[in-house]
């Protein structure tokens, strides 16, 4: 199930199975992603894997809805290409009001910088931009299982 936090967009999604099907089932993710490409790609990804995803493009409009939400996501995926500043802050309210869930940055690959900066600034992990997405699928299984943190 896919829900639209603040705004609209259409997206078809097909009920292919892909390698991880149903690793995500029972899971509540929010994604925050402003390119609707790469979102209705990566929400396929997601809800093939019987996610239930939350969808913003803006961080801080995600920020607050999870705020104001009675329950919160198991994770958010954020993405950091555009609006790295406006991540972060939205990182460090919801740290600063008590979420605690995992929190994972997509980033570009190799900006070492980058993902220091994401890990020391609240950020549970981070994956590249452009992932595989069984990885990525991975990964959010694994820190949402287990509470293990691992960048990737």
């Given amino acids: 199930m896919i829900t ?19 690793l995500l089932a029972g899971r509540r993710l929010m994604l ?9 790609k990566l929400a396929q990804t997601l809800t093939n894997a019987g996610a239930e995803l939350f969808l913003d493009c803006n961080a801080m409009s995600a920020a607050d809805a999870i705020l104001g939400a009675k329950e919160a996501p198991d994770a958010i995926l ?3 290409q555009n609006s ?3 991540g972060h802050e939205a990182v460090r309210l919801l740290r600063r009001k008590g979420f605690e869930n995992p929190i994972v940055a997509m980033i570009c690959a ?4 980058l993902q220091r900066w994401c890990l020391n600034g609240g950020y ?16 959010l299984n ?4 287990s509470g293990n943190l691992a960048a990737r």
């Fill in 4 to 22: 639209y936090v603040t705004h609209q967009r259409q997206a078809t999604f097909s009920s292919s199975s892909c390698l991880n099907a149903r």
């Fill in 32 to 40: 925050v992603e402003d390119a609707p490409d790469c979102e209705r």
């Fill in 78 to 80: 954020m993405d950091l």
């Fill in 84 to 86: 790295i500043v406006e």
């Fill in 110 to 113: 190799g900006d070492q910088e």
């Fill in 124 to 139: 549970s992990a981070f994956i590249q931009r452009g992932s595989d997405p069984s990885e990525i699928v991975s990964l």
């Fill in 142 to 145: 694994e820190i949402t299982l």
